[in-house]
């Protein structure tokens, strides 16, 4: 591995039962920081960038090699703290406190914007962590799979009788989340057109079998996708271009999708959007020179995009935002306000799982082998055999899922099924079942660890979107139930100033200490979610925690 900057890096995390490091805490840590730079799974390692525009796992390499020298020697009672990226402190703690704790691109409220936070990032002071990249838990593009399939199918059976066969359904961006939509779709038995401007996503999602076919030419990506559509075959088509200059070609053509979001990285006016008119390698150089003029010709082609959205809206395409924030950048930088006509997917289709403190709990098997994998989803599927959407998305990510770096799984469990896994997952490792531990964490999508208003908390009940306290209590009763690392950040998913949202991940090592901080950390998690719906007056977290002795207070 070389290790100088501007070198190709080629991270790879240890497999195996060798320890590096003096505990499995630690050990976890660091298998986790390496595989979110894995090749296989970041979108940019030689960057530390590991996907959603400029999340990035260290602040600079110099960084990242004396975070992995400090894990190594850490003590089993001793904590490290990372500050955006930058191992900057250890301090004695005791056994089954966290082994790291990290806080990412925070600034105080009235300085909590995109220009102060580039002002800082380029003085070397901070990093954008987005959501799993600074928090090591990123597992690649499976990572979010799993939520956007229940996504399109809540969709499909709000609007479509309960499957997209015959639909057609439109979006944009192929990077690292948004690379799980074309199989989400086809998974639901869509047909598909993903628009992408950078040639390389596309290949690497059709490498990968996320995607089935890469199209350049618009009118046969057309021509394919309403034959698939007619005949009601599931087909995924990566079309090469802009979507700002793609989508209102369709829109004259009237070529009208029956379902139409996106996902390109708009939350990012500099990183993340790439204007009409502009190859990527045009865009690296023009924000390089010039990035304001570069921001504003981002911003004037999102304007014509969410336009053009708004016009499918009214022709009859079920039109939500995928999480990206585009809608509160043309309201905020162009008074576009009319862009939230068109609903953020949380309210629109995920809420009610929140509400069951619902979430995208994901594993990953330290031992490298795929078969520890396999056998976690048995303990699943035994477990839980009567739900039966679970079961049908295990088989399908077993057949159409490759892994990319550790194998890994993903999938949505509901308070009292999370610590219930936890607790089998431990005795898989204690029996001896698996060939080594593992490491169990959550995204930062989740029900009770998020303040995001234009996502996550977009039209709460109560109108507390905007409350901040709810993700930092989430963090500190992580920390407080012994989870190994956790994690605090700020404007993941929708950008600087729009979000403060909480991370965990906890290790099962087989021993009976890990059955105890197991059982907390996966109860209280997403306990918390269920205290932040409930009291938020949502009937069904109410219900929850009255059916599940969650001990709210205040909550009749
Ligand atoms: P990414 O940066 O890896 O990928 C974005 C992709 O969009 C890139 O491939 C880029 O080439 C493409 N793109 C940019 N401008 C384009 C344009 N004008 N036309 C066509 N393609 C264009 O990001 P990601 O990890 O895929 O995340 C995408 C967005 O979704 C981010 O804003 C992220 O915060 C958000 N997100 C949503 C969820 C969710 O569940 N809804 C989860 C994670 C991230």
């Given at each position: 591995?070389?290790?100088?900057k501007g070198?190709?890096?080629?991270?790879?995390a240890?497999?195996?039962?060798?320890?590096?490091c003096?505990?499995?805490?630690?050990e976890?840590?660091l298998?986790?920081?390496m595989?979110?730079?894995d090749?296989e799974?970041a979108?940019?390692?030689d960057e530390?960038?590991?996907?959603?525009?400029?999340?990035?796992?260290?602040?600079?390499?110099e960084?990242?090699h004396?975070?992995?020298?400090?894990l190594k020697?850490?003590?089993n009672?001793?904590?490290?703290?990372?500050?955006?990226g930058?191992?900057?402190g250890?301090?004695?703690t005791?056994?089954e406190?966290p082994?790291?704790l990290i806080?990412?691109?925070h600034?105080?409220?009235?300085?909590?914007n995109?220009?102060?936070?580039?002002r800082?990032?380029?003085?070397?002071?901070?990093?954008?962590?987005q959501?799993t990249?600074?928090?090591?838990?990123y597992?690649?593009?499976?990572g979010?799979?799993?939520?956007?399939?229940e996504t399109?199918?809540e969709?499909?059976?709000?609007?479509?009788?309960g499957?997209?066969?015959?639909?057609?359904v439109?979006?944009?961006?192929l990077?690292g989340?948004?690379?799980?939509?074309?199989l989400a779709?086809t998974?639901n038995g869509?047909?598909?057109i993903g628009i992408?401007?950078?040639e390389?996503?596309?290949?690497?999602?059709?490498?990968?079998?996320?995607?089935d076919i890469?199209c350049?030419?618009?009118?046969?990506?057309i021509?394919?996708a309403?034959?698939a559509?007619?005949?009601g075959e599931a087909?995924s088509?990566?079309?090469l271009g802009?979507v700002?200059?793609?989508?209102?070609?369709?829109?004259?053509k009237d070529v009208?999708?029956?379902?139409?979001?996106?996902q390109?990285s708009?939350h990012?006016l500099?990183?993340g959007?790439i204007?009409?008119?502009?190859s990527?390698?045009?865009?690296a150089?023009?924000?390089?020179l010039?990035?304001?003029?570069?921001?504003d010709?981002a911003?004037?082609s999102?304007?014509?995009h969410?336009?053009t959205?708004?016009k499918?809206q009214?022709?009859?395409?079920?039109t939500?935002?995928?999480g990206?924030?585009?809608r509160?950048?043309v309201a905020?930088h162009?008074g576009?306000?009319?862009?939230f006509?068109?609903p953020?997917f949380?309210?629109?289709?995920?809420?009610?799982l929140f509400?069951k403190?619902?979430g995208?709990f994901?594993w990953a098997?330290?031992?490298?082998?795929?078969?520890?994998?396999y056998?976690?989803?048995?303990?699943v599927?035994?477990?839980f055999?009567?739900?039966e959407?679970?079961?049908?998305?295990i088989?399908k990510?077993?057949d159409?899922?490759q892994?990319?770096?550790?194998p890994?799984r993903?999938?949505?469990l509901?308070?009292g099924?999370r610590?219930?896994?936890?607790a089998?997952f431990n005795?898989?490792v204690k029996k001896?079942k698996v060939?080594?531990?593992?490491?169990i964490?959550?995204d930062?999508l989740d029900t009770g660890?998020v303040?995001?208003?234009?996502r996550?908390?977009e039209d709460?009940?109560d109108g507390?979107d905007?409350i901040?306290?709810?993700?930092l209590?989430n963090?500190?009763?992580?920390t407080?139930s012994?989870?190994s690392w956790v994690?605090?950040h700020?404007g993941?998913g929708?950008?600087?100033?729009?979000s403060?949202?909480?991370g965990?991940?906890c290790?099962?090592?087989?021993?009976?200490?890990a059955?105890e901080?197991?059982?907390?950390?996966l109860?209280?998690?997403?306990?918390?979610?269920?205290m932040?719906h409930?009291?938020?007056?949502y009937d069904?977290?109410v219900?929850?925690?009255?059916e599940?002795g969650?001990d709210l207070?205040m909550v009749?």
């Amino acid at each position: 591995m070389s290790t100088e900057k501007g070198v190709v890096q080629n991270i790879k995390a240890p497999t195996g039962t060798d320890l590096q490091c003096k505990g499995w805490h630690q050990e976890a840590a660091l298998r986790m920081l390496m595989n979110n730079l894995d090749p296989e799974v970041a979108e940019k390692p030689d960057e530390l960038i590991v996907y959603g525009g400029g999340g990035k796992a260290a602040r600079n390499w110099e960084s990242y090699h004396k975070i992995v020298e400090t894990l190594k020697r850490l003590e089993n009672d001793e904590t490290l703290l990372v500050q955006s990226g930058k191992p900057v402190g250890v301090f004695r703690t005791y056994e089954e406190a966290p082994r790291v704790l990290i806080a990412n691109a925070h600034l105080v409220p009235k300085w909590a914007n995109w220009d102060e936070f580039r002002r800082l990032d380029k003085m070397g002071l901070t990093m954008y962590g987005q959501m799993t990249a600074g928090s090591w838990i990123y597992i690649g593009t499976q990572g979010i799979l799993q939520g956007t399939y229940e996504t399109f199918a809540e969709c499909a059976r709000q609007k479509f009788e309960g499957t997209l066969q015959g639909q057609l359904v439109v979006t944009a961006g192929l990077g690292g989340m948004g690379g799980a939509q074309p199989l989400a779709a086809t998974m639901n038995g869509a047909s598909f057109i993903g628009i992408e401007v950078d040639e390389g996503r596309i290949d690497r999602r059709v490498e990968t079998g996320y995607c089935d076919i890469k199209c350049t030419n618009l009118d046969e990506a057309i021509e394919k996708a309403l034959d698939a559509k007619e005949k009601g075959e599931a087909l995924s088509i990566g079309l090469l271009g802009n979507v700002a200059e793609v989508l209102p070609k369709m829109l004259e053509k009237d070529v009208i999708p029956d379902v139409l979001t996106d996902q390109t990285s708009a939350h990012d006016l500099q990183l993340g959007y790439i204007p009409a008119g502009m190859s990527v390698e045009e865009a690296a150089e023009e924000r390089e020179l010039n990035p304001e003029m570069y921001q504003d010709a981002a911003l004037d082609s999102m304007v014509t995009h969410v336009e053009t959205m708004l016009k499918m809206q009214e022709k009859g395409a079920v039109t939500f935002d995928y999480g990206n924030n585009i809608r509160g950048q043309v309201a905020d930088h162009r008074g576009m306000e009319e862009a939230f006509n068109f609903p953020g997917f949380v309210p629109a289709f995920v809420r009610p799982l929140f509400c069951k403190g619902s979430g995208p709990f994901r594993w990953a098997a330290l031992s490298g082998n795929p078969n520890d994998i396999y056998k976690t989803d048995q303990a699943v599927l035994d477990t839980f055999p009567e739900k039966e959407s679970l079961n049908r998305w295990i088989r399908k990510a077993q057949d159409q899922v490759q892994f990319q770096g550790l194998p890994s799984r993903i999938c949505w469990l509901e308070y009292g099924e999370r610590a219930e896994m936890g607790a089998k997952f431990n005795w898989l490792v204690k029996k001896g079942k698996v060939d080594a531990p593992l490491v169990i964490g959550r995204d930062h999508l989740d029900t009770g660890s998020v303040a995001s208003p234009n996502r996550e908390t977009e039209d709460m009940k109560d109108g507390s979107d905007a409350i901040a306290d709810w993700p930092l209590l989430n963090a500190m009763l992580n920390t407080a139930s012994g989870a190994s690392w956790v994690s605090l950040h700020h404007g993941g998913g929708v950008g600087i100033g729009y979000s403060i949202h909480a991370g965990m991940v906890c290790v099962a090592d087989g021993t009976e200490m890990a059955d105890e901080r197991l059982e907390r950390v996966l109860t209280n998690d997403p306990g918390s979610g269920v205290m932040r719906h409930a009291d938020a007056g949502y009937d069904e977290a109410v219900r929850t925690a009255k059916e599940r002795g969650v001990d709210l207070p205040m909550v009749e």
